[in-house]
């Protein structure tokens, strides 16, 4: 079992910078790919980035890439996602999740554990 508590929300302007956070708990964190979805008002949850295991394999949505970076952490048990440049349409609730596999993956149903979410609001 994997409980999943994202941070580090909140109202930015366009073109500015804030960090999420997701705290993990569960001793086989190291072992699940991470990934982060978002999901805005009235539109279906989207697949942002995903990150495997021991780092070295990441992947993005094409409407982040070059913006976005998902880094992990597995001392800490906690997943990062620094987002700069962000933009009005970045708008959205952002979860967390987690994947019992080693294969990354961007949709959804592939993922096992999820957090909450976490409000990012870009203004114009």
């Known amino acids: 079992q994997v409980q999943l508590v994202e941070s580090g929300g909140g109202l930015v302007q366009a073109g500015g910078s804030l960090r999420l956070s997701c705290a993990a708990s569960g001793r086989t964190f190291s072992k699940y790919v991470m990934g982060w979805f978002r999901q805005a008002p009235g539109k279906e949850r989207e697949f942002v980035t995903a990150?495997?295991?021991?780092?070295?394999?990441?992947y993005y949505a094409d409407s982040v890439k070059g913006r976005f970076t998902i880094s992990r952490d597995n001392a800490k048990n906690t997943v990062y996602l620094q987002m700069n440049s962000l933009k009005p349409e970045d708008t959205a609730v952002y979860y967390c999740?987690?994947?019992?596999?080693?294969?990354?993956?961007?949709?959804?149903?592939?993922?096992?554990?999820w957090g909450q979410g976490t409000q990012v609001t870009v203004s114009s």
């Open positions: 990150i495997s295991w021991n780092s070295p394999s990441t």
């Open positions: 999740a987690a994947r019992n596999s080693i294969v990354l993956a961007t949709t959804p149903s592939q993922y096992d554990y």
